[in-house]
């Protein structure tokens, strides 16, 4: 189908990239992109994708806006606080994009519904904030062969990497297991400054709209790391995918979902991994 005369105009600055064009813009047209978590990570990717003309976005969170959330999660605003989430996020990505289909899925993501929420998506966000929730993202992003970007922000620092099934390692083979309940201090604890989601959301998008459209390198097989205060970006290299890990090695030892833990989750941003 070609474009509109509105949508020659909207994507004007895509369609002249000799890297995108007209082809490209098309793939994010039909694409679909499920983001989990519309707090600090998930926030600027959902205005960064839906205004990049992503078809179909699925944004999945239980919570509500609350005055704290403000300071970061750029899609909410002051008369949004109360409303769930989903409902604020996909107002404000409509009225950024009416090309773009947004599908809300106001649940706390579990190992009874994952499977089912993502198995109609193209690429993955992890956008959440606790490792429970980001361990079961992997897994069953790996078992369904989904393509996911998973990130994590705290203080003035964040990183975030790409995992693709069956080309590079996953998140279980950086970290094999969830450190101990409450090890880890969260973005609540610990503070997060709020440009940070900005930063590794807008990144975890930029991942997202290069894998649709086939260009560039993705962050498969690194980690890339952010310090704010010294401004300095490093670029990890990953162990190779498989060796020993319990999920995508040829011979996983996990081949059932896992809840490591049934407590609530706020779903506000990342804590770093």
Not at 29 to 49: C, D, R, S, T
Not at 72 to 98: C, L, W
Not at 220 to 248: N, Q, S, W
Request: net charge negative; hydrophobic share 40%.
């Amino acid at each position: 189908m070609p474009f509109t005369n509105e949508q020659l105009e909207r994507y004007s600055r895509h369609i002249i990239l000799k890297e995108i064009g007209a082809k490209g813009q098309k793939k994010l047209l039909n694409a679909k992109v499920l983001i989990i978590g519309a707090g600090g990570l998930g926030a600027p990717a959902a205005l960064y994708l839906a205004a990049a003309g992503v078809g179909t976005i699925g944004i999945a969170d239980a919570d509500v806006v609350d005055l704290s959330n403000l300071q970061r999660q750029v899609i909410h605003t002051t008369d949004d606080i109360g409303k769930k989430k989903v409902e604020s996020a996909a107002e404000t990505m409509r009225a950024i994009n009416p090309d773009v289909c947004v599908n809300t899925y106001y649940e706390f993501v579990s190992s009874a519904n994952i499977m089912d929420l993502i198995k109609d998506y193209d690429f993955i966000l992890d956008g959440t904030d606790n490792f429970p929730a980001k361990f079961l993202i992997n897994d069953a992003c790996v078992m369904a062969g989904k393509p996911f970007s998973h990130a994590g922000i705290i203080r003035f620092r964040g990183q975030l990497t790409t995992i693709i099934p069956g080309e590079g390692p996953c998140y279980r083979c950086i970290f094999k297991n969830p450190p101990p309940k409450d090890a880890v201090p969260t973005c609540k604890q610990a503070g997060v400054i709020g440009a940070m989601g900005g930063v590794i959301g807008s990144l975890q998008a930029m991942e997202a709209v290069k894998y649709i459209t086939g260009v560039g390198d993705l962050l498969v097989g690194y980690l890339l790391t952010y310090d704010a205060l010294k401004m300095e970006f490093h670029k990890i290299k990953l162990p190779p995918r498989g060796k020993g890990c319990a999920v995508c090695s040829d011979d996983p030892s996990i081949t059932e979902l896992i809840d490591y833990e049934q407590a609530a989750c706020d779903w506000e941003g990342g804590s770093e991994g």
